[in-house]
């Protein structure tokens, strides 16, 4: 069982919608989440990264939330724009080693229309 | 945007050939690490390196190898494809973080090779 769940699986919203992606973990010990956008194509780019002290961290229209209590994190996009269709991963690093293992969602498939 | 560069983008290939996926960054890096994604699917760690010289084996079973000569070169080698190959191949880095670790540097990726064994 994956150790990262994203809900929904994929989501449809109108140009200028709000959206709210969902990330529930059990990584366990917790260092940080972050969550990355993936265009079709391209490599993921890194959005937010959240320690366990952070509940919140904004980065334009994307806002991200943490609940370290219950695990859970999510990802708001205000007003939605063409350009926001993309995937988008939840990642949540441990402190298991110097790395930091990484535990990857399998992403949510958002699809702004116009 | 991240200076981290994979070529080829697509390569198509016949079963048995040997290939070597390139990766540099320009960024100065000392971590370096190998992806491997499939539609609908959680990126798996194939390979990864603290620096010149270091490298490490991932989460993920593999038949290929890597080396790690130079900081901002990071090759990934196949010595014989097959058709359970065929996949999008990540390359990422990132610097090191506070006290040396990683934990919070965020990842830059490339922007992938798709490689498809025939």
């Known amino acids: 069982k994956n150790q990262v769940e994203q809900s929904p699986q994929s989501l449809i919203i109108l140009e200028g919608k709000n959206c709210t992606l969902q990330c529930n973990y059990t990584v366990s010990p917790f260092s940080n989440l972050r969550w990355y956008k993936q265009d079709t194509g391209r490599g993921p780019v890194s959005l937010t990264i959240?320690?366990?002290?952070?509940n919140t961290k904004s980065n334009g229209r994307y806002t991200a939330t943490l609940d370290a209590d219950t695990k859970q994190s999510s990802l708001h996009i205000t007003a939605s724009q063409l350009s926001d269709s993309a995937s988008y991963i939840c990642?949540?690093?441990?402190?298991?080693?110097?790395?930091?293992?990484?535990?990857f969602g399998r992403g949510t498939q958002l699809t702004v229309w116009p | 945007e991240a200076d981290i560069y994979q070529t080829p983008r697509y390569l198509v290939i016949g079963t048995g050939k040997k290939i070597t996926l390139e990766c540099s960054q320009t960024?100065?890096?000392?971590?370096m690490y190998w992806y491997q994604q499939d539609p609908g699917m959680e990126l798996h760690l194939i390979h990864y390196?603290?620096?010149?010289?270091?490298?490490e084996k991932g989460d993920l079973s593999s038949e290929s190898t890597v080396s790690r000569i130079r900081t901002e070169h990071f090759p990934l080698t196949l010595e014989s494809a097959r058709p359970s190959h065929t996949s999008q191949y990540l390359c990422?880095?990132?610097?090191?973080?506070?006290?040396?670790?990683?934990?919070?540097?965020?990842?830059?990726f490339g922007n992938g090779t798709r490689l498809t064994v025939t």
């Open positions: 960024m100065g890096h000392d971590k």
């Open positions: 990422a880095s990132s610097e090191n973080g506070k006290g040396g670790m990683a934990y919070n540097s965020p990842l830059h």
């Open positions: 390196s603290y620096g010149v010289n270091s490298t």
């Open positions: 990642v949540v690093s441990d402190r298991g080693s110097t790395l930091g293992r990484l535990y």
């Open positions: 959240m320690t366990f002290s952070e």
